[in-house]
């Protein structure tokens, strides 16, 4: 997979229209993976935040970390609209990754 794949805004959610937690990252299967195994004590492990449920691929991170603090400002409803519009079955997206 090419270097621009893994560098990505993500959502992630404990439940559908759970707890949401948004990040940016240089290696979007590393980062997914170490929410969901709580390997990193924090926010996503306090509250069982383990579902990858929306991600953006960016070329590079200076434009992947100016998209995620656009989207941070964002109401939760709009982020709630962009997970329903690109996964509306709220599926794990972390199960294709590394296909």
Do not use: C
Request: aromatic share 12%.
């Amino acid at each position: 997979m090419a270097r621009f794949a893994y560098i990505a805004v993500y959502l992630m959610a404990s439940q559908r229209n759970g707890t949401l937690y948004l990040g940016v990252t240089g290696n979007l299967p590393r980062r997914v993976h170490e929410h969901r195994e709580g390997l990193i004590s924090g926010f996503t492990r306090k509250y069982g935040v383990k579902l990858l449920v929306w991600y953006e691929p960016h070329s590079e991170m200076t434009l992947a970390i100016a998209r995620e603090k656009e989207i941070k400002a964002w109401r939760r409803a709009w982020k709630l609209a962009l997970i329903e519009k690109a996964n509306p079955e709220w599926r794990d997206l972390y199960l294709d990754l590394n296909r």
